[in-house]
């Protein structure tokens, strides 16, 4: 019988637990996402954690500051996506 299980790149990983930790998403959320188990995706996760001592060293505020500013750059980026389309469109119109 052949092995069931599924393989993952490094970078397929990478990007599952970037969308947790950095994104500030639940494992639970990002696992149903990416159709892997939330217990894969924990594993992952903790494994990633544990390479990343930067995080164990910010205190509670700077941890507050960190979070709301990822929000703060994701809203940008939204906010610059649509400003890209919104130019590419009125270009678009002139011609």
Excluded: H
Excluded at 40 to 69: F, H, I, N
């Amino acid at each position: 019988m052949g092995d069931t299980r599924k393989s993952f790149t490094a970078e397929y990983k990478a990007n599952a637990v970037a969308l947790v930790i950095d994104d500030d998403r639940s494992i639970a959320d990002v696992a149903r996402g990416i159709a892997v188990s939330a217990q894969t995706l924990g594993d992952w996760v903790a494994k990633a954690r544990a390479t990343r001592p930067e995080q164990k060293d910010l205190k509670e505020s700077e941890r507050q500051e960190l979070s709301r500013l990822r929000a703060e750059v994701a809203d940008l980026k939204m906010k610059l996506e649509f400003a890209k389309k919104v130019a590419a469109w009125f270009a678009k119109d002139q011609r």
